[in-house]
Structure formats: C-alpha cells, structure tokens
C-alpha cells in the first residue's frame, strides 16, 4: 500500500514562497506512475480544500481557484515524488497541506504539513 510523506511546510511572511514535497514509498503493487495526486489542504475550523490536482504523467493539471495562477503543482515519477511550489502568498492560504494518491477510486493520505503565512 502505497505510504505518503509530506515535508516542506514552514512560517513565510505575505508574498513569500514555499515548496512542499510529497514522496511516496511502499509501491509493491503498482508504480508512482499509476496515481493521480492531488494536493489538499485545511484551515483551523474549516473543512479539507481541494487545490490541486495533476495526472498520472503529469500532462495536465487542475487548480482550485484560490490558488490560480499562484501555485504550480508537478511531480518526478522517476523519483515518486510529487511537490507543490506556493508563490504569492497570502495569510488565507495558512493551514495543514495533505498530498492523496488515487488509484482505482481508493485514496490515500499523508499526514500533512503546516503552512503559516504570518507577518
């Protein structure tokens, strides 16, 4: 079963930029390549919020629309690695960003990481 880490979160001030990561490991059964990932996240006192989204090749992409034109979403099927570069941002975009892997109609999460945009 496929496990997820995801690293990269911190404290950034207004308009600054993060990159968090996300790596898969345990793909006995099926490779990184056959996941479509997303990125989620969550704000204290607010339900989960997709923000992105890329297909199993990484051909194409989808963005919530908070987050357009501000967030690139990739990922490195040589490495298992998929990442989130976060420009731009804004004391809204503060909360635990989860990766989830979706194969078959079945996810999986990670343990998520915290973003704080503070000044």
């Known amino acids: 079963q496929v496990h997820l880490v995801e690293s990269g979160g911190g404290v950034v001030q207004p308009g600054g930029s993060l990159r968090l990561s996300c790596a898969a490991s345990?793909?006995?059964?099926?490779?990184?390549?056959?996941?479509?990932m997303n990125w989620y996240r969550q704000a204290p006192g607010r339900e989960r919020e997709f923000v992105a989204a890329i297909t199993r090749v990484g051909d194409n992409a989808i963005y919530g629309d908070s987050v357009k034109g501000r967030f690139t979403i990739s990922r490195d099927n040589t490495k298992d690695m998929m990442y989130l570069q976060m420009n731009s941002l804004k004391l809204e975009d503060t909360g635990v960003y989860y990766c989830n892997a979706v194969r078959a109609s079945r996810g999986t999460w990670g343990q998520g990481t915290q973003v704080t945009v503070s000044s």
């Open positions: 345990g793909l006995t059964d099926f490779p990184f390549s056959s996941y479509a």
